[in-house]
């Protein structure tokens, strides 16, 4: 998986269906374990990157509908890349991240084949900004970016 940005994350949200908003979270909680191992020597750095994963994976477990069996399977899921992020806390053994990810991994996939067979793409949020960007050349040679906003943006009352 390539290396997205922040920026590129903004993006993404404010153009997402509520299913591609799951796909996020997951993603992001890879990106943060993952983040968290580049910086294991670094202690502050280490816990700031592991509390981001949890918090994505407790936005999660709060949207979950404990109604349905589901819900209770993904829970259970849940629970356990949580206490392997807690194990890596504490041990800094990969072997928890790696589960963690790969748990995560696992059901990331299966949101993603869902994802294909999606009918309605309508974005969560309406009436926010489209960015249109690209590089160009002007008549200097000079390579330049480009970046076209629309300006019908803001919230509708």
């Not at 993404?12 to 509520?18: E, G, M, Q, V, Y």
């Not at 580049?38 to 994976?57: A, H, Q, T």
């Not at 993904?74 to 356990?80: D, E, I, V």
Request: aromatic share 10%; with cysteine; proline share 1%.
């Amino acid at each position: 998986m390539e290396k997205l940005t922040t920026e590129d994350y903004v993006a993404r949200i404010a153009n997402a269906t509520p299913l591609q908003l799951v796909i996020i979270s997951y993603e992001l909680i890879i990106k943060y374990i993952e983040d968290a191992s580049d910086c294991i020597d670094n202690e502050k750095m280490f816990e700031f990157n592991l509390n981001k994963s949890k918090d994505f994976l407790d936005d999660l477990k709060n949207s979950l509908d404990m109604s349905l069996e589901i819900s209770r399977n993904l829970m259970s899921l849940y629970n356990y890349v949580g206490q392997q992020i807690s194990y890596y806390r504490f041990s800094k053994k990969s072997e928890h991240a790696e589960e963690a990810k790969k748990v995560i991994n696992e059901l990331l996939d299966g949101w993603r084949t869902i994802e294909n067979q999606e009918e309605d793409k309508t974005p969560l949020m309406e009436n926010t900004q489209q960015l249109y960007a690209g590089l160009t050349y002007d008549r200097s040679g000079k390579l330049s970016e480009y970046v076209e906003t629309d300006a019908k943006r803001g919230f509708k009352a």
